[in-house]
């Protein structure tokens, strides 16, 4: 099963997914890591962010993988093609250089493919901007997650206070992410945009088990749903296939 979650920066994804994750069971897919992984190598490289070809070999030809901490099943670090990235993912110069590299279609396209492997091999809770409209566009169960870009970007601050990365000012967090929400929202390809059939879930008077509840109920109510739908489906096969065996009366 694929749960999506998507929705613009701040508002509490990564928080979200990694717990309802592990409540589930399931795996974990942090699809805007992948985007920040090819964002630092292409920058560590000198390489002009929106020259497609040389970014797109990036995605293309390193692997991006994930590190675990014993006990833990949600993976703490990233590395690309073996370098650890998991800080440098998260600095005020990856959040300038990610949305043109997250824009450009042949970086997409090679990152779609990565995640749609990894998301064929288990359960996963997967969560980006694209998942639920691009990348498993069947995924069971769709959520999108917002909250006002106030709120989202108070939230974001004290992360980074938490990281110990720049920038740490709300004001400053806040313009940020405007910008990268009028940036994820207008690319060509693949923008940030609910699905049609996604459940919308506004987090912005909700706290963190709130919300994890709410979705884990979700999550429930759905597995019910579908193993309804497999026992009837299942039930009218039987039906089809003995309405097709002789009966063994005689005329
Ligand atoms: O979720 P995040 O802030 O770590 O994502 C970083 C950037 O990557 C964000 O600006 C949008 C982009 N992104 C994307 O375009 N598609 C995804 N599936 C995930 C992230």
Redesign the pocket.
């Known amino acids: 099963m694929i749960l999506a979650i998507?929705g613009p920066?701040?508002s509490g994804?990564?928080t979200i997914a990694r717990l309802v994750a592990a409540r589930l069971g399931f795996a974990y897919l942090?699809?805007?890591?992948?985007?920040?992984a090819v964002?630092v190598r292409a920058v560590n490289n000198d390489l002009d962010v929106h020259d497609e070809q040389s970014v797109a070999e990036i995605a293309q030809n390193a692997p991006i993988t994930f590190g675990y901490t014993p006990g833990n099943p949600i993976p703490t670090e990233v590395f690309i093609d073996g370098e650890d990235v998991t800080y440098d993912?998260?600095t005020a110069q990856t959040?300038l250089y990610?949305?043109p590299?997250?824009?450009l279609p042949a970086v997409?396209l090679a990152?779609?493919d990565q995640?749609r492997v990894l998301g064929a091999e288990r359960d996963t809770v997967m969560?980006?901007?694209?998942?639920g409209t691009?990348?498993f566009p069947h995924a069971e169960l769709k959520i999108f997650l917002t909250a006002s870009s106030e709120e989202r970007a108070h939230r974001r601050a004290l992360q980074n206070v938490e990281r110990g990365v720049q920038p740490v000012d709300e004001a400053a967090v806040h313009a940020d992410l405007l910008r990268?929400d009028a940036?994820?929202s207008s690319?060509d390809v693949?923008p940030?945009v609910a699905a049609s059939d996604a459940v919308t879930v506004d987090t912005t008077n909700m706290n963190i088990e709130q919300v994890v509840e709410h979705i884990v109920e979700l999550v429930e109510a759905k597995k019910t749903e579908l193993e309804a739908t497999s026992a009837q489906k299942l039930f009218e096969a039987t039906s089809a296939q003995k309405s097709l065996e002789p009966s063994g009366e005689t005329l």
Not at 127 to 131: A, K, M, Q, S, V
Request: aromatic residues 2%.
């Open positions: 998507d920066a701040g994804k990564s942090d699809t805007g890591a992948m985007y920040r964002t993912i998260r959040d990610v949305s590299v997250s824009a997409r990152l779609t995640q969560e980006g901007r694209d998942i691009v990348v990268r940036a994820d690319r693949a940030l």
